[in-house]
Structure formats: structure tokens, C-alpha cells
């Protein structure tokens, strides 16, 4: 009997069935603007071999103005068939179902041909798009049809039609983005006209045994966005013009509320789909920060939905479905939603990737094979760089013995899961812990490694992360000066008022561990959705409560301190940035930049300005905790170096600049491909 009956039962749909309840949701990886399309289909023969009944490719421009950037793939001619027929043939060898998703990005496109229902821009994007008269809405809907017909003929099992997330069929339904007075605009009838046309001409074309999925916005998350009855309203018609399946949509890309970073609950928006069940009879997907076969169980027990999406997830392990089908769930990898090698890369123009797993979209190329020669292997760390190294060295055949000086795996990510809305990072230990038992890995912990540990190994590896910088300050003496490694192991008092020195990632995040007493949001969803103003869409428009976010009051005074003038936080990750700055902002935290650090005493921190150190200011605190950055913990490489014995130095070791868990576990797996 599985732990997993719900999520494991097939969905019937008349003239096709699948093998169970699990979508792979759309991701833009990047890898279909490669033209590597052997690679493309690999990464996806590598998702369906792992188990997920259905798959939705990233987002397909059906036409140059739709397209999400200029030279993002299409779905246009005789020559995109063929390219990526050599996807759907890969899938299907590998007994999976894929359908194509159809992304028209109307006024996100990123790109001045882009087009929409009338000229507003988008807070997102820097070019405005050009109201489409009727012909060229018309061409719009004959391309999408256009797009639906050739991916049946690339081999496609279906398609999806992208409505949500404030791309270009969303544009046309709120009157945020539609001040049209034509048939296309005015009345909700009018203004879901273009939705209904494209979903009722792209099921003629494509005719009844073709799976297609319309992606609807259930709750947007922006100023005017839809009421729930019009949602309703939409689904109904959606379904009467000749949908299979209804997958959910939250928020739109403008929208100043999380919607699936680490921080926000897991399953945090199913209720949402919930609401819809009952009202159509069409099996609806759900989705949005479901991370693990319990989640997703509960999620399909509890009737929130029909289906799960899961999109990131399937990133950081292929074989989701499968480990959980065989009782494996503690070895599937945990996607711990940090953005920080997928959706980070994507708006940084990159490929994506994923922290957890840097084979991700680089299957072909990356590839852990068996080694020719069994080696013995020596891992000093076992932080992130240290436990991928000794993973995938262990998985390649080699003899690993795993060295830390603590008593437990982990390294720095011991610190991290201390962070409220950064709890998924017990996830990644725990599934490590896992992995280095199930591989066989010889684990040493309690002992700090020296030269003479390390003789008779055929390779040693040095992983031992780093050290917290020493800012020379004057004073810096003074009772009142923690460090953040003090502050987040809990071993110090904290007072009322802190001064945190050190705006980089770690300041953010010790800030918000000060800033909370009680449970972390991520934890509680009611709480998460005051903090953040989120409320039931049926009682208020788009699900934006009335009165806004309704943060807890914070633990303690923060004033958070750097030397650089630039904005606080513009360092941080791309999609996630502006959410640790809402957060601290939301807290009443100052950010005090441009600083100069003068000296501590009984009264607190003494700063000032600019070169010639004017207008001297004390910041009053009782705690005052240092986050200055950190510098390679070389000991142990400089020792061995001295004895003349190599080794292979990674991680913080290796570079500390810059440094985080994406490059450690990187280099750490990368190493281990080529012992
Ligand atoms: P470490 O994690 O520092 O591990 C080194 C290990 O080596 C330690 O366990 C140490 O005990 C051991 N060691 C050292 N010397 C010896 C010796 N002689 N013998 C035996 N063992 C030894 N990164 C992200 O990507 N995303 C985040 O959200 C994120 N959040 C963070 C939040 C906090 C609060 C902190 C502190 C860090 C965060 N990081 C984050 C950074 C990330 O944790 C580090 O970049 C990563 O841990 C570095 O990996 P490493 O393996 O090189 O070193
Ligand atoms: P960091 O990002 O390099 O930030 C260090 C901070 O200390 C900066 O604000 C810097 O700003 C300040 N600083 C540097 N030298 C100083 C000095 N001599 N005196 C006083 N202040 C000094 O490092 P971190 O915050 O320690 O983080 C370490 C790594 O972990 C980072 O690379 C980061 O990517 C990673 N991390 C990532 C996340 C994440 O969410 N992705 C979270 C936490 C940590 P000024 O020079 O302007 O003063
Ligand atoms: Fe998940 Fe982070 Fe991997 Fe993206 S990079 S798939 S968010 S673990």
C-alpha cells in the first residue's frame, strides 16, 4: 500500500489516461534558445523516465510580437516542427505525455514589437505595448491556433494555453490593462471575448482527442485585477469552449506579493483552487510551492484540486515520482524554492539550473558516470561543497570517507535554516544525511581534520568553507559585539536595539531571525497572508486585502549598516531581493548606507559620512552583531600545500567572495564528475 494513494491514482480524460496526478509545470529553462535540441529532449526524457505523468514545456512564442523576448523559441514554421519533434519522440520512448505551452506575452514581451489590448505599460517591462486594432487581434488569435496545429504535428500530446500571470490573454480580461470600448473591451463578457475565442478555435483545430490545458489567473494579486465570480465565470466558458484541464495561475509577474519563493507556505495558494472545485467539471491542477509527495498527497486528499503541478521541483530531482512510488520519498531531493539557479538565471538571461541539482538542464553534459579506477577519497567539510563532492564521488564507485569538524553535516546551511521563511533548508540536510548513509560514505564527524589525518587517500579534498571577516573596528572589543555565527547557533543574549554591521545576504538574514519572535510566516499561513495583505478572492478583488499587509510589530530596533552607498540589498537574488527588502522595510528596519565606521563604546556605534568622515552619528545599541563578509578558511590547504601533498581545494576554501551553497554544491559535484 502507498503512502501516496491520491497522487499516484491515473486520471482518466476520455481519450487518454494518466498514469497519475502529477504535472511537471511550465518552466522558461533557456535550453529550447540553445537550438541544442538533443539536449532539450534529454532533459525532458530524464523528467519522464522519472514518473511525472504529463509535462508543459516552457512558454512557446506563437509569433515574433508574443514571443517573451527577441529570438525566444516559437512554434511558427515547418523547421520548428521538426526541432522539436525531436523532444516528443525522446518523451515518448521514455513512456511519457507532453504538451507544448503556448505563451503569448502581450505587454511583457520584452521587446518594443510587443503588443497588447492597450497601451499601458507594465511596471516590469521599459517598453510600452501598441494597442492591437481588430485585424491584429485576429492575427494574434489565427497565430496561437497556428502555433496549437503545428505542435499536434510536432508530436505534442497536447497543448497549453498560457492565461495567467498577467500575460497577454490576462491583459485583456482586467480593466488594469483593458480600457478598450470595442467588442474586446467594457463588459466582462467583452473582455474574456478573446480567452474564449482563442481556447473554442484552438479545440477546432486540433480537434477532441488533444489534451488542452488553459492556465487561468484564480486570484491576481493586482490592483483591479478579476473578482472571483468572474474567475468562475471564465472557467465555466473556458470549459464550454472545449478545455480538458484547468491548471491555476497566481499572481501576476507584477504583483508585489510572493508567490513562490522559499518564504511563502508550502501549498500556500491550494485553497484557491479549492473554491473552483464543484464548479466545473474538468479536472483542475493546483499549484504553487509543492515541494514533496506529503504535501502534494494532501493537497489532492484534502480535494483542493485534481492534479498537482509541480515545476521546480521536478529541477531539483527527476525521479520525483518515481522514489515516491517506491516508498523513497526521503531521498528525493528537496527543491527548497530559493530561486537561486532557476528563476534567478532565467531574468538574468542565463540557463537555467538548480541549486540542489547542478545536472539540471545540463544532463548531457554534466554526467556522473561510473569510474574506470575506484578511488580512495578524502572530504575535509561537509558543508554543501564538501557532502556534493563526496555524493557524487560515492555515486560514481569511489571509496569516500566525509570529514567535519562538528557533529553534524551540513556547514553553513545550519545557520541558514535558522532564518525564519528559510525552514526548507532542514529539507536539504535532512536529504543529505540521507544520501551520505544510503551511499556508503565513511562519516567522521567531531574531529578537525589535520595532515596526518590525511595519509594513504588517492585524493584529498579540501572543503572547509570559511571564516567570518574581521572588520577592525575600534572597540570592537565591547561586550555588546556579537558575531552572526553566535547570533544564529542562539549562543548570546540579543537586546531591544541592535545595530547590524553588513548588508550582504547574511545581515538580511539575521536581521529578519531579530526582527521575529513566534512562529515564522512561512509556518503559518493565516499569518504569512496578513503579513503580506493576501486575502479570499471571493470577499475582495484579485485576493488584495483592503487594508494591506498587516504586518506582525517587530521583535526589536534594527538599523542595518553598510559602507556602500548603493541601495541596500541590490546584491541580492533577482527574483527574491526585493522580497527581504519588503520584509525589513515591512519591520521598520533603517537602512543606513554610505557609513563609515568610526568606533564602539558604551553608547553604541559611532559612524560617519562620506571621505572626509563628516556629520559623526551614534547608533544606540545594546547588541551590536557583525555580518562583514567572509574570508577562504585555508588552514588545512596551507598546510597540506607546505607538506607538498595536493589537493583539491573547493567552495569557500577555494573563493569565498561571492560565495554561496549554488557555487559550492556546483564545483563540489563537478569536481567528483572528473575524480
Ligand atoms: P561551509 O558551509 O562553511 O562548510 C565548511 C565545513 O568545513 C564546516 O562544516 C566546517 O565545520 C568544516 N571544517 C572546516 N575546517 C575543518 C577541518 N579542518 N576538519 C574538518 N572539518 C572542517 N547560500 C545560498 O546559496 N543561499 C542561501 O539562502 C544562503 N543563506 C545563508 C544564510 C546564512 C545565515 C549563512 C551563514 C549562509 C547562507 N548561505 C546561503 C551561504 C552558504 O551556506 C555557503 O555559501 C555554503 O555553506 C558554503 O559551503 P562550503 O561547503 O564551502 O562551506
Ligand atoms: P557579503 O554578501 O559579501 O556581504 C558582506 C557585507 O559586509 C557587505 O554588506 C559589505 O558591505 C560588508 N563588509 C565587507 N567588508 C567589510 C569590512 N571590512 N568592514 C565592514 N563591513 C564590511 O557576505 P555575507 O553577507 O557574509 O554572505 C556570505 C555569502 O553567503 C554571500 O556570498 C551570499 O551570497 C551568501 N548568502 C546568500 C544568501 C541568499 O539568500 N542567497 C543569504 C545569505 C548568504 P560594505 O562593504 O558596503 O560595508
Ligand atoms: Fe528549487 Fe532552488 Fe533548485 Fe530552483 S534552484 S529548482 S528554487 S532548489
Not at 495561475?249 to 479549492?274: C, D, K
Not at 569511489?398 to 545550519?414: C, K, M, P, S, W
Request: proline content about 5%.
Amino acid at each position: 500500500m502507498t503512502a501516496y494513494p491520491h497522487l499516484l491514482a491515473p486520471l482518466d480524460l476520455g481519450f487518454t489516461t494518466l498514469k497519475n496526478r502529477v504535472l511537471m509545470g511550465s518552466m522558461h529553462t533557456g535550453l529550447e534558445e540553445t537550438r541544442d535540441w538533443p539536449r532539450v529532449a534529454e532533459f525532458y526524457a530524464a523528467r519522464a523516465r522519472g514518473g511525472v505523468a504529463l509535462m508543459v514545456t516552457g512558454g512557446i512564442g506563437p509569433n515574433l510580437e508574443g514571443s517573451v523576448l527577441p529570438g525566444a523559441a516559437m512554434m511558427a514554421s515547418d523547421q520548428d516542427v521538426e526541432n522539436h519533434s525531436v523532444v516528443t519522440r525522446a518523451v515518448h520512448a521514455a513512456g511519457g505525455k507532453i504538451a507544448m505551452q503556448i505563451l503569448h506575452a502581450g505587454r511583457y514581451s520584452y521587446g518594443p514589437k510587443c503588443v497588447g489590448p492597450s497601451p499601458v505599460k507594465s511596471p516590469i517591462s521599459p517598453f510600452p505595448p501598441a494597442e492591437l486594432d481588430e485585424a491584429g487581434i485576429e492575427k494574434q488569435i489565427s497565430d496561437i491556433v497556428n502555433a496549437a496545429r503545428l505542435a499536434q504535428r510536432a508530436g505534442y500530446d497536447g497543448v497549453e494555453i498560457m492565461g495567467s500571470e498577467g500575460y497577454f490573454l490576462n491583459q485583456f480580461l482586467v480593466t488594469h490593462t483593458n480600457k478598450r470600448t470595442d467588442r474586446w473591451g467594457g463588459s466582462y463578457e467583452n473582455r474574456m471575448r478573446l480567452p474564449i475565442e482563442v481556447v473554442r478555435r484552438v479545440r477546432a483545430e486540433v480537434g477532441t482527442d488533444f489534451i488542452l490545458i488553459y492556465r487561468l489567473s484564480m486570484i491576481d494579486l493586482v490592483p483591479n485585477g478579476s473578482t472571483f465570480d468572474e474567475v468562475v465565470q471564465l472557467a465555466k466558458a473556458v470549459e464550454a469552449a472545449g478545455a480538458t484541464i484547468l491548471n491555476t495561475g497566481i499572481g501576476w509577474h507584477e504583483a508585489r506579493i510572493p508567490t513562490i519563493a522559499t518564504s511563502v507556505p508550502r501549498a500556500a495558494f491550494a485553497w484557491v483552487t479549492q473554491k473552483l472545485m464543484g464548479q466545473v467539471s474538468i479536472p483542475l491542477i493546483t499549484s504553487n510551492r509543492i515541494n514533496t509527495p506529503e504535501v502534494a498527497e494532501d493537497v489532492l486528499a484534502t480535494g483542493c484540486a485534481d492534479m498537482v503541478s509541480m515545476a521546480r521541483p521536478m529541477l531539483a530531482d527527476a525521479e520525483f515520482v518515481n522514489k515516491a512510488a517506491a516508498g523513497l520519498g526521503k531521498e528525493i531531493a528537496p527543491c527548497i524554492a530559493c530561486n537561486q539557479a532557476c528563476l534567478d538565471h532565467t531574468f538574468g538571461g542565463k540557463l537555467t539550473s538548480c541549486l540542489v541539482n547542478p545536472r539540471a538542464c545540463h544532463e548531457t553534459e554534466l554526467v556522473l558516470k561510473q569510474a574506470d579506477v575506484v578511488k580512495t577519497v578524502a572530504v575535509v567539510g561537509a558543508g554543501p561543497a564538501g557532502l556534493a563532492t563526496a555524493l557524487a564521488a560515492a555515486q560514481r564507485g569511489h571509496r569516500v570517507t566525509l570529514f567535519d569538524a562538528t557533529q553534524e553535516i551540513g556547514g553553513q546551511l545550519n545557520m541558514a535554516k535558522q532564518v525564519p521563511g528559510k525552514e526548507e533548508f532542514h529539507g536539504l540536510v535532512d536529504w543529505y544525511r540521507t544520501m551520505v548513509g544510503k551511499a556508503g560514505i565513511a562519516l567522521k564527524l567531531g574531529h578537525r581534520v589535520g595532515v596526518d589525518d590525511l595519509s594513504g587517500f588517492d585524493e584529498i579534498v579540501v572543503a572547509t568553507g570559511v571564516l567570518p571577516r574581521d572588520p577592525e573596528i575600534e572597540g570592537q572589543d565591547h561586550p555588546s559585539v556579537v558575531s552572526y555565527i553566535d547570533v544564529l547557533r542562539g549562543k548570546v543574549a540579543v537586546g531591544q536595539n541592535v545595530a547590524v554591521i553588513g548588508a550582504g545576504g547574511i545581515g538580511f538574514d539575521v536581521s529578519e531571525y531579530l526582527l521575529h519572535d513566534g512562529e515564522s510566516p512561512a509556518e503559518n499561513l493565516p499569518l504569512w497572508m496578513r503579513e503580506w495583505g493576501v486575502c479570499d478572492p471571493a470577499e475582495h478583488r484579485a485576493g488584495l486585502a483592503p487594508d494591506g499587509p498587516q504586518p506582525e510589530a517587530p521583535a526589536r530596533r534594527i538599523t542595518l549598516l553598510q559602507r556602500k552607498a548603493e541601495r541596500h540589498g541590490k546584491r541580492l537574488g533577482k527574483t527574491t531581493g526585493w522580497i527581504h527588502r519588503a520584509t525589513l522595510k515591512m519591520k521598520d528596519v533603517s537602512f543606513v548606507g554610505g557609513v563609515n565606521y568610526e568606533r564602539i563604546d558604551d553608547s553604541g556605534l559611532h559612524v560617519s559620512f562620506g571621505e572626509a568622515r563628516e556629520n559623526p552619528t551614534l547608533i544606540a545599541a545594546d547588541t551590536i552583531v557583525f555580518c562583514a563578509g567572509q574570508v577562504s578558511d585555508r588552514s588545512l590547504a596551507e598546510a597540506l600545500a607546505a607538506a607538498g601533498i595536493a589537493a583539491h581545494v573547493i567552495g569557500g576554501a577555494d573563493v569565498a567572495s561571492e560565495l554561496d551553497a549554488k557555487r559550492a554544491i556546483n564545483q563540489g559535484t563537478r569536481l567528483a564528475a572528473s575524480l
